[in-house]
């Protein structure tokens, strides 16, 4: 079985799910998973976890992500971009000064509430199904961080920004939280996501190019002998982990390894008292990523957190 990330370029006009289908299809395999929803109307970086990778779908969905985004002002929406009902238009007259420093007002901490046409659930309900059915439900405002604002051109009543943002940011929101500040309303145009954690734009691939090379790399050989070793562009699952450092036990240590035991210091070849901060990438002799190890002062020794086995 086909375990990694690969980095989709997703396309205007799909869904996440969508894009989940057809791997489904060209990998010919059912555990593939997706690591955060991107509308419809956006379009960039969504990977898309295979096999035993998706264990990592959740851990990737809260990495910190980078978009390119077109703010309109002076538009209202019901679904806050372009793509929703209009709901009020106003002239804009503010200067360009005055749009400079509302939006770097944003940087930093700011409780945003999230939006009615959003796959967030309340009450075990998703607030996009209740807001096409007409209810409208109160949601608390939840923080967010906005790392960095870039104004890229501005051309009023457009602005074209690029955001660095924490996990849980709507970017949507953000454009009409600003032109609300701004007094004049506004709405997202256009959306393109160009960073989530160490995966970027300029390495993702699209769905046809990704079809493309699979059917160019895997020639004769039959679907239940593909592996990521097969397609290159496919990155292994320790991609996620990689600020952790990566350590390799003893040959002798695999049984411990395999059966998920924990792991003493002197079971890893060469060792480094550093490693006891934080958390540990573990690694066969062969090179096999097993999973995720943590120190255990009482015990001495390194205890299993995420295990992936993936050799």
């Given at each position: 079985m086909?375990?990694?990330?690969?980095?989709?370029?997703?396309?205007?006009?799909?869904?996440?799910?969508?894009?989940?289908?057809?791997?489904?299809g060209i990998f010919r395999m059912k555990k593939i998973g997706h690591t955060g929803t991107l509308d419809p109307d956006a379009e960039g970086v969504l990977p898309v976890c295979l096999g035993k990778a998706t264990k990592v779908c959740g851990m990737l969905t809260d990495e910190d992500k980078e978009y390119e985004t077109v703010m309109l002002l002076g538009t209202v929406t019901d679904t806050q971009d372009i793509s929703g009902t209009v709901l009020r238009q106003r002239e804009v007259t503010v200067t360009e000064e005055e749009v400079r420093a509302a939006v770097m007002r944003f940087v930093g901490d700011y409780m945003q509430v999230p939006p009615m046409y959003s796959a967030k659930k309340v009450n075990g309900k998703k607030l996009y199904d209740l807001a096409r059915a007409g209810v409208t439900v109160e949601r608390k405002p939840r923080p967010v961080h906005i790392s960095s604002i870039e104004i890229l051109s501005l051309s009023l009543p457009r602005v074209r920004m690029r955001v660095a943002c924490s996990k849980g940011t709507y970017i949507?929101?953000?454009?009409?939280?600003?032109?609300?500040?701004?007094?004049?309303?506004?709405c997202m145009e256009e959306l393109l996501r160009t960073r989530v954690?160490?995966?970027?734009?300029?390495?993702?691939?699209?769905?046809?190019?990704?079809?493309?090379?699979?059917?160019?790399?895997?020639?004769?050989?039959?679907?239940?002998?593909?592996?990521?070793?097969?397609?290159?562009?496919i990155l292994r699952t320790d991609a996620v982990f990689w600020k952790n450092p990566k350590a390799v036990v003893k040959k002798e240590a695999e049984r411990l390894l395999y059966n998920g035991n924990p792991l003493p210091p002197e079971q890893f070849d060469p060792y480094s008292p550093a490693w006891e901060e934080g958390e540990l990438c573990v690694y066969d002799a062969a090179g096999h990523f097993a999973g995720i190890y943590r120190y255990e002062e009482e015990m001495r020794a390194y205890r299993p957190y995420r295990l992936f086995f993936e050799a």
């Open positions: 086909i375990s990694g990330i690969v980095n989709v370029y997703k396309e205007k006009g799909y869904t996440s799910f969508d894009v989940v289908a057809k791997l489904r949507r929101t953000l454009c009409e939280d600003i032109g609300q500040a701004l007094g004049c309303g506004a954690s160490r995966f970027f734009l300029k390495d993702a691939l699209s769905i046809a190019q990704i079809e493309e090379q699979v059917h160019a790399l895997a020639g004769n050989l039959p679907p239940e002998q593909w592996s990521a070793d097969t397609f290159p562009f």
